[in-house]
């Protein structure tokens, strides 16, 4: 049998209220030695004085002077989406209404694009010839965008001005696209900015 | 879209909190700063022994902290990056100017006398007796003066263990130190404030600095 008495890591293990293969005949060894058990009643006195110590609180305005150095930043996606999010009705009525609609909306704007390409004849271009065909089906496909887009009259300038007036129609239309996004980033930036 | 209410944000957890601070969400960044502004002063105070710099420190820590609040990984747990940062800080400091300034009493900013309390360095007044209650604010005030004098490395140990309650595993991730270290620090932090605190085992005033 140990005679001996408990070394300080073990008496730290007690403290510590580990459990394990090896703490069992520590906890016998308190039960039968009274030194050992006075050392770790002392120890224990320590731990619960320090468990016993108090949180402080800072001063009242703390929180706000850390917000005020802390610049709080909406990602433009999650600004976005909130500001779509708030869009959408709360009813479930009102949103099987919506989801009518844009379901329709999107069937349409797809048959379209379909009949587009099917007049142009997009498929028959890609296996034989490409080049000059599809010249001639993005001419027609363009057309057809900026004519309905801008007007005929547009669409004849920007013909008459060749390859370059092309480019510049769809520098135009990607700026535009482009505003939209930022438009819609500032939009939805603001509204969140708003609701907090 | 329902926003997330302060009521919400009380009952979700640290890592959900930090996800809506990282969408912009001004209310979870005063949730985070509500949730640990006491922890966080409690210890830098306790480091630095000084009031006014221990709320500028546990600012700098939280700005710190929420304007990177983009970096944190969910794997990992909020509170245990909240007190790295703050450690550091007033570990750093530590090291760039002596900090001698023990305050036992309430804020000199505070004004009444509830602040006072809410500020000071007492003991719960959980006591069953007078000189029971006596002997805890003896005991209280004997501890924050030992802890005082600890090295800066075993007083962090040491209160993120007890008066914060982590394991050794947390502390040693928290303050990057090896687990042997880390156990090594507390047993030693523990040795030392026994040594403190002998004078009251022994019904004697003690100097207040009596090592072994």
């Known amino acids: 049998m140990n005679h001996r008495h408990l070394l300080p890591d073990e008496i730290d293990l007690l403290l510590d209220e580990e459990v394990g293969f090896g703490v069992g005949p520590l906890r016998a060894h308190i039960q039968d030695c009274e030194a050992c058990r006075a050392r770790l009643d002392e120890a224990r006195v320590v731990v619960d004085a320090l468990e016993d110590l108090p949180h402080f609180a800072p001063s009242y305005a703390f929180s706000n002077q850390v917000m005020a150095q802390v610049p709080v930043f909406v990602p433009w996606h999650a600004a976005a989406r909130e500001w779509i999010q708030q869009w959408v009705p709360r009813s479930v009525a009102a949103r099987a209404v919506m989801v009518a609609l844009a379901t329709t909306a999107a069937s349409v704007v797809t048959l379209a694009i379909l009949w587009i390409a099917t007049d142009t004849d997009l498929l028959v271009a890609m296996s034989a010839g490409v080049g000059g065909r599809m010249r001639e089906l993005v001419v027609q496909a363009g057309h057809a965008m900026i004519a309905t887009l801008f007007g005929e009259q547009v669409f004849a300038a920007v013909r008459h001005a060749g390859t370059a007036g092309i480019a510049l129609a769809i520098i135009v239309i990607l700026g535009t ?11 939805a930036v603001a509204s969140a900015r708003k609701g907090d | 879209m329902p926003t997330a209410t302060a009521l919400d944000l009380l009952n979700l957890p640290d890592a959900d909190v930090v996800a809506l601070a990282q969408r912009g969400r001004d209310s979870a960044y005063r949730e985070l700063i509500r949730r640990y502004e006491r922890p966080v002063f409690s210890l830098i105070y306790r480091m630095v022994r000084d009031r006014e710099l221990a709320e500028d420190l546990a600012q700098d820590t939280f700005v710190k902290v929420l304007n990177h609040i983009d970096r944190y990984r969910p794997e990992f747990k909020f509170s245990s990056w909240l007190f790295k940062i703050a450690n550091n800080v007033a ?26 309390q809410a ?80 004078h009251l085992r022994d019904g004697a005033p003690g100097p207040l600095g009596d090592d072994e």
């Open chain 1, 177 to 187: 696209l482009g505003g939209s996004l930022a438009g819609l980033r500032a939009l």
């Open chain 2, 119 to 198: 500020t000071s360095f007492e003991v719960a007044d959980q006591q069953e007796s007078a000189l029971d209650e006596l002997e805890a604010r003896e005991l209280g005030s004997a501890i924050e003066n030992a802890i005082g004098r600890l090295r800066p490395e075993y007083r962090s140990c040491i209160m993120l263990r007890h008066v914060e309650g982590r394991s050794y595993e947390e502390i040693a991730a928290t303050l990057d130190l090896p687990l042997g270290t880390v156990k090594t620090y507390i047993h030693r932090a523990r040795h030392e404030l026994r040594s403190a605190l002998e």
């Open chain 2, 91 to 116: 570990i750093d400091h530590l090291r760039r100017r002596q900090v001698d300034t023990i305050s036992l009493d309430g804020s000199p900013h505070a004004t009444t006398a509830d602040a006072v």
